[in-house]
């Protein structure tokens, strides 16, 4: 039996919103971001720079598929993150938030029968390492403000902006 190769892999994917990072691991991804910084998303992940090598990701043709307007290109890309089983369900609960549309923290507290746990959703928000992929940027304040997002609130605006308006496909 062959050994699988569970080494990092990354590919850094320039979008309007920035060069973004994405990060693989025995074929889901691990860790995504924008940054130039490709040590800082490996870190979100645990990983350390020196063991990741630069690669032709498909989950990369996903990202630059959502940028030209297919809104159900993420969907099927595997994730992976490391998390308490109310993260999990938080970043699971996130994926099914539908392209254009947000939610409040505390909405998406109250769909996971946690009502009053909107701080715990947004804290799992803070610890999601595949932006993008979990699209915690669909989540907002209790008063639809743009609240906080690891890669600046500038970036979410853009995100929503994007998917509101641009002529997203449904596949």
């Known amino acids: 039996m062959t050994p ?6 990354y590919e850094v994917v320039d979008t309007p919103d920035g060069p973004f990072v994405i990060v693989e691991r025995v074929g889901a991804v691990v860790a995504a971001g924008w940054s130039k910084d490709v040590g800082a998303i490996l870190g979100r992940a645990s990983l350390e720079p020196a063991d990741a090598s630069r690669a032709t990701l498909a989950s990369a043709d996903a990202v ?3 940028y030209l307007g ?3 290109a993420l969907d099927a890309v595997p994730i992976q993150q490391s998390g308490t089983e109310f993260q999990a369900a938080v970043w699971a609960e ?4 539908p392209c254009g549309e947000v939610r409040r923290y505390g909405e998406v507290a109250e769909m996971l029968g946690r ?8 804290a799992a928000c803070g610890h999601n390492a595949v932006a993008l992929f979990v699209p915690c940027h669909r989540v907002v304040g209790a008063s639809g403000k743009l609240t ?4 600046g609130v500038d970036i979410k605006r853009s995100l929503l902006a994007r998917e509101r308006t641009a002529p997203m496909l449904s596949s």
């Open 64 to 66: 630059r598929a959502w």
């Open 148 to 151: 906080g997002f690891a890669w």
């Open 115 to 122: 009502p009053g746990a909107s701080r715990t959703v947004g």
């Open 4 to 9: 699988v190769d569970t080494s990092p892999t």
């Open 94 to 97: 996130l994926r099914q938030i």
């Open 70 to 72: 297919d809104s159900a």
